[in-house]
Every structure is written in structure tokens, then in C-alpha cells.
């Protein structure tokens, strides 16, 4: 899953003890469900849940597989419902069942007895269903149970917050067609727990089942549900029933159904058929927005080493979806900001949103968290898909660009800095959706690739993906994975990064002994240490000289350290963290003239980000103005958005030689967000100079959001 995303016009530069980098505001899930029962079921271990322990869910009743067979009232959004429930006991005998039911009208609880149904003893509370079996049953004992209802997702008492407005599971939109622009739909969003709001199932990422679907509706509706459909047959009184089957496990809050007027576009990857969903008027842009799929799926089958192991992949967009988009089994909905125009895609393309639902079909459908305290194995695992896709498909500079923003939306957030990644202390399962299991999680994983090397790392997910799939897992697994893999125990970097909370905060300083002939770098950890552990940092250092480049890895592990270096010359810079993967706050002391060699030397986006910040401060100076003039037309969009924003800095006098330069950048720049940041920097930097000839002539651009920054500037 994904927060709705607040689209930005520039990217913002700051500081943060040294640390800098680019930001966007990032919104994300923070679903809210209505509590379960004060009462004890299977579906929750409440004696550890007091303790503030959230504990995987116990399983008594194995949910083996779901058959649904649905009809809406679209007038009262009502779902009329039969369910058949194929269950057999985990391990130990029983003699009782629990399903969760949220708000249903219940008509019929029954044992399946080949064509009979025997009824059986029930008590309701309006969330469970406590049933009592006709025997005791065994674990190699199977039974079905039959469940004739009405759920009624409208009547439910719902809570929501910002990211996640409802939680009531079904939604009908525009029901009583009374708001002509928009179309009638009927969708679901199961996570965290809602689907019990239309179907009665076992609640919890623990629970996976394979399902068959039956809809019947009106003949000009689509539907769509997981998996394949195996039948379609028009009756006689001017509705038609479709039948989904979905044959491979699957958590139960994956589960999904969508109804509407929908364009289909067919795509396919190798014999997989992969389709796009959207309004009709928008079908002839559903290959703009959603033709990359198909080489996404390639690249993450291989990369990962494990193939994408689903029937198919479909994506609907859906109108007033209540988050950003969803990674149910083979049927991924996304909000309306995907329902986009060719003009429209030029400024955001979404395509960050479509890869992490993607990426989710191997961590979060194929291997689950088995409790929601683990959710980063889902979230922060599709999180870091982001990056590798942009890096495969655009260079790491566009990855490195969205994982700085990541990393720095989480070190804004303080108190996101008190809650480890894994946190089986939380209250409530719908605080883990929050920048911590997202931002921090991803750039975690990033520094484990950085540690273990490409290879390992990789190895190390088909191991974990191969060994869990169709089925869940908990930290621990993902750790031994790269144990097995590495031969090293790995419970270090586990310990200080998912099961403790904060990240390091570190001072480095370096100078060059001319008498001995020696590099000294000291370093110093400067994070509180009540909440957040001494740190074990392997970080690599490059040293510049005599034309080449020298890479040496220290490892920090000490409150405070000296590491010294032999060289028979100062070198022209020595870069510290040369991979820039250290999630965590740094102050950095080098001369103007090291950060001037650093921006001219060193490859890395984050690296030229850091001297831009620090030569700020001496933006009066030549050399650093030079910098400044070099970062305006560098290859790396963001660079050339910070160097428009550091113009402030420059002193009035020296500003009129970067003009010409501005006015080419809002005029020609082949990216809209900086052609945005020029004509901003134009408005404040240069507002004294007469830009409306500037800002008329980019009223004509292609770019939606480019046209709207020069509108807004020609008001003032």
C-alpha cells in the first residue's frame, strides 16, 4: 500500500546538522480500523495485546479456501452474500469456530454436508461470529461452513484520518447517481482488516487462502477481482455473472472486487496477460501512464531471481479511493491521480507508485509479514523497489534523488526517530504505516546492499522469497536468509537498524598531518544515547590523489574514533561515506576548497548535494561561483534545482551573471520542475529585472504545472 502522494513543484534543499538533501512532503497510510472484540478469538492474542505486546495472531481454524457469491443493491449499498468457508484446524482439535463479520444481517450459519446444510449454533456481537461446530474435528479433518448474509459497509460506524478516509471495506461510489461527472463504481480496500466488512473471513496478514468470486451485476459493468475469470454468462433479466478464481494462497486482506464502466487495455508479459482499467476517456492514455508494467514485472523476476508467480496482473484506477494505491493479488487499484492526461504525465507520471505495488507481488502477496509489527517486510521491501527500478531504468542518480527525499522526509519527522522498524510494542497495527516502515525501512535496506554487496544481497531475497513463498514470515527470517547466504551472523546489523529505533548522529573531521605524512579522521557518534544504541557503521571513505581514486572501508563502532592514513601528499579530497548510504544526520568540517573539489571530483548526486549546501556560506567567493554556474547546467535535474535555489545566497552584486542562465533554465530546461524553480528564482532572486515578457511566453508550455507557476507570478 501507498499514501496518497502530494505532487511538488520544486524540491526543497535543507540542513539538518550537515545533512542535506532534497524533500518532498510525503504522506502516508495511516489507516484506521474499528477495535476487535473485548472478547478472546482466534483471530488476536489478547492477554499479550494488554501488555502492549502485539503478538503474531494464534491460529486455530486454517482458512483453506473462500467461495463468494455476491449481488448489490446499489440503492441501500447493500451486498447479499453466500459464503462457503473450507476450514480444517490448524494443529489441536476443536470443537468452535470465529470469523470476523463486521455489521452483517445474518440469514444462515451452516455445517456443508455434501448437498445439505445443517445448521448450526451461532451468537453474534456485530463483529464475530462465535460458532459452534457439530463434533470436534481433527487436523487432518476438513469441514465447510455456509454463511447467508447482508453486509451492510454504509451503516458501519467508520473511523479515518488523512491518508486513509474509511475503512469500511466496500465502497459505493455515487451509488444514487446524483453526481452527473462522476461514473458509479463499486471498490474494496481490505488492508488492515476491513474485507470482514463484506465477507466473513479470518482477519490478519497471518490467514491465506485461494477464493472463487462469483458477481453478478449489470450487464454494462466490468468487473475485476484476483486472479482469473472462469466464466461469464449473460442472463436472462439483464444482469451477467462473472466468476473469479484466484488458486494460489493469498493473505485475506488481499483479497478485492471492483465494478464500474471500465476502458480495458491489454498488455502482456511473456504468456501473462497484463491489463489497465480506467475510465473510457481515458483509455487512450493507459499505455502512457501504465506501458512500463510489463518491464517492470521482467526486471523484478529477474533481479530477484523468482518469477512473478501470479495468473496476471491487472490495475484499475477507481474514483475517491481512500489511500493511494493497493497491491491486492493480481488486481492492484490505484487512487484517480493516475487518470492522467498526456500533458499531465509530463509533470508526474506516478511511476514510483506503480513499481512499489508491483514490487509487492513478491514481498507482501507472495511471502507476507505474519503480523503487522513485521510490516516493513512488505513495505520497506517495496519501498527499496522503487529505487531499483528508477536506478535499472533512469541511472542512480533518479534513484538517488527519490531515496535522498525518502530518507530526509524521515530524519524531519521526530518523532518518527523513537520507533524501531519492527515494533511488537505497538498499540495499534495503523501506526505502522508511517514514514518509519516506509522511507527509513527502504533506506535500510539499502545500506544492508551496500554491506553485503550486489550479489549477496540478491541471493540472499531468492533464498527468503523461495523459502516463505505462498506463505508468511518474520524478521528473523529475512536475517537468517542473508546469514545462510553471507556466513556471517548478521544479528548486529538487524538489532541496531529494525529492532532499535533512532539512527546515528555523527561529527567527522579530517586534516592532514604534513609531518608525519598522514590522513587522520576522526570521528564522533553524537546521538542520544537513551533511545538509539552505538552505532556499528562500515563505511568506505575515497581518497582523491595524484589522479586516482583510493577506497578504503572503516568501521565505525565507538562513541568516538581516530582512523589515520598514510599519503605522501594531501590528497585533493578525502570523501567520507563515498557510497552516500548512511541513513542517519552528519556534520562534516572541510575547508571551501575541499567542497569545491568535492562537487568537481566526486560522481554522486548526494555528493555534489553536500557541497552545494555547505558552499552557501561562501557563495561570495569566485571558485564558488563557479560551482554555482556549473551546477546550472549539470546533467542531474536536482543539482540544477539547488543551484537555483543557492542564487539567494549569491551577493546582490555577483547575481546578474547568473541571469542569462535562469531565463534559459525556465525557458528550455527539459524538466518541468526546473523550469518551475527558474521562473521562481526569476520572481524572488531577480524581481527587481522585468521577467513578464518571461512568464507570458511560458503560459504556452507543455507543462500543466509550469503554465500554472507563470499564471500565479503574472497575478502578482
Request: glycine share 4%; net charge negative; with cysteine.
Amino acid at each position: 500500500m501507498i499514501g496518497k502522494k502530494i505532487t511538488i513543484l520544486t524540491v526543497t534543499a535543507f540542513i539538518s546538522l550537515a545533512a542535506c538533501s532534497s524533500t518532498k512532503p510525503i504522506q502516508l497510510p495511516e489507516l484506521v480500523i474499528s477495535a476487535n472484540s473485548n472478547k478472546t478469538i482466534e483471530t488476536a492474542d489478547s492477554l499479550h495485546r494488554n501488555r502492549h505486546y502485539y503478538a503474531t495472531y494464534t491460529t486455530i481454524n486454517d482458512l483453506l479456501n473462500t467461495k463468494l457469491d455476491l449481488k448489490f443493491d446499489w440503492d441501500s449499498a447493500f451486498v447479499m452474500g453466500k459464503a462457503v468457508l473450507k476450514f480444517k484446524p490448524y494443529f489441536y482439535a476443536t470443537d468452535s469456530l470465529t470469523l470476523s463479520a463486521k455489521g452483517f444481517r445474518l440469514n444462515e450459519v451452516a455445517l456443508v454436508k455434501g448437498t445439505t446444510k445443517l445448521p448450526l449454533k451461532y451468537t453474534y456481537d456485530g463483529k464475530h461470529i462465535f460458532i459452534q461446530l457439530d463434533k470436534t474435528y481433527k487436523r487432518d479433518e476438513e469441514y465447510s461452513i455456509a454463511v447467508d448474509y447482508v453486509a451492510m459497509p454504509n451503516k458501519l460506524v467508520v473511523k479515518g484520518s488523512d491518508a486513509i478516509t474509511q475503512d469500511k471495506g466496500l465502497y459505493f461510489i455515487n451509488n444514487d447517481g446524483k453526481e452527473p461527472n462522476k461514473p458509479k463504481q463499486i471498490w474494496s480496500q481490505g488492508e488492515t482488516e476491513a474485507n470482514s466488512c463484506w465477507f466473513p473471513t479470518i482477519d490478519g496478514p497471518q490467514e491465506k487462502h485461494t477464493q472463487e468470486i462469483t458477481l453478478t451485476v449489470d450487464k454494462e459493468y466490468l468487473t475485476l477481482s484476483n486472479g482469473l475469470m472462469i466464466s461469464s454468462t449473460a442472463n436472462a433479466d439483464g444482469t451477467r455473472t462473472d466468476v473469479w478464481k484466484q488458486d494460489k494462497l493469498h493473505s485475506t486482506y488481499l483479497t478485492m472486487i471492483a465494478i464500474g464502466d471500465f476502458a480495458v487495455t491489454k498488455d502482456k508479459w511473456r504468456n501473462i496477460e497484463v491489463n489497465y482499467y480506467v475510465e473510457p476517456e481515458y483509455a487512450k492514455y493507459a499505455k502512457l501512464i501504465f506501458g512500463n508494467t510489463p518491464e517492470m514485472i521482467e526486471f523484478y523476476s529477474k533481479k530477484l531471481g523468482v518469477d512473478y508467480a501470479w495468473d496476471k496482473y491487472s490495475q484499475i484506477v477507481v474514483r475517491d479511493f481512500v489511500s493511494g494505491a493497493m497491491e491486492n493479488t493480481t488486481a492492484t487499484v490505484h487512487y484517480d491521480k493516475l487518470q492522467m492526461t498526456d500533458r499531465e504525465y509530463l509533470d508526474e507520471t506516478h511511476e514510483d507508485i506503480i513499481c512499489h505495488e508491483l514490487l509487492h507481488h513478491w514481498f507482501g502477496d507472495l511471502v507476507t509479514a505474519e503480523s503487522w509489527p513485521n510490516l516493513p517486510l512488505n513495505e520497506s521491501f517495496a519501498t527499496y523497489g522503487e529505487y531499483l527500478w528508477y536506478e535499472y531504468k533512469y541511472g542512480r542518480a533518479e534513484a538517488d534523488i527519490k531515496s535522498q527525499m525518502d530518507m530526509m522526509a524521515y530524519l524531519s519527522s521526530k518523532e518518527d526517530a523513537s520507533k524501531n522498524l519492527i515494533r511488537f510494542d505497538v498499540d495499534d497495527r495503523e501506526k505502522m504505516f508511517d514514514l518509519v516502515s516506509y522511507q527509513k525501512g527502504g533506506r535500510v535496506l539499502h545500506m544492508l546492499r551496500k554491506y553485503v554487496g550486489d550479489d549477496a544481497f540478491y541471493a540472499a531475497l531468492k533464498l527468503y522469497l523461495t523459502e516463505h513463498r505462498f506463505s508468511t514470515a518474520e524478521i528473523h527470517d529475512l536475517r537468517m536468509a542473508f546469514e545462510k547466504v553471507t556466513g556471517e551472523d548478521l544479528n548486529w546489523f538487524f538489532n541496531q537498524w529494525f529492532m532499535a529505533a533512532g539512527h546515528p548522529e555523527v561529527s567527522i573531521a579530517t586534516t592532514y598531518n604534513e609531518a608525519n605524512k598522514q590522513v587522520e579522521i576522526n570521528v564522533a557518534q553524537l546521538q542520544n544515547l537513551s533511545n538509539a544504541p552505538i552505532y556499528k557503521l562500515p563505511i568506505d571513505v575515497d581518497f582523491y590523489s595524484n589522479g586516482k581514486v583510493e577506497r578504503k572501508r572503516i568501521i565505525i563502532n565507538q562513541a568516538s574514533q581516530k582512523f589515520i592514513f598514510s599519503f605522501d601528499k594531501k590528497p585533493e579530497l578525502v570523501n567520507f561515506d563515498a557510497e552516500k548510504m548512511l541513513l542517519g544526520l552528519k556534520r562534516e568540517t572541510k575547508t571551501r576548497e575541499d567542497w569545491v573539489n568535492q562537487f568537481n571530483m566526486a560522481p554522486l548526486f548526494m555528493d555534489k548535494v553536500e557541497a552545494l549546501s555547505y558552499l552557501e556560506y561562501y557563495s561570495s567567493f569566485e571558485d564558488v561561483q563557479a560551482v554555482i554556474k556549473k551546477a546550472l547546467t549539470d546533467k542531474i535535474w536536482g543539482i540544477r534545482i539547488f543551484a537555483l535555489q543557492n542564487l539567494a545566497s549569491v551577493p546582490q552584486s555577483a547575481r546578474e551573471q547568473f541571469y542569462p542562465m535562469v531565463v534559459n533554465a525556465a525557458k528550455t530546461d527539459e524538466k518541468s520542475y526546473v523550469r518551475a524553480s527558474a521562473l521562481a528564482t526569476l520572481s524572488e532572486v531577480y524581481k527587481s529585472k522585468d521577467n513578464k515578457s518571461v512568464y507570458t511566453e511560458m503560459l504556452k508550455d507543455k507543462s500543466p504545472m509550469v503554465e500554472e507557476s507563470a499564471k500565479l507570478l503574472l497575478q502578482k
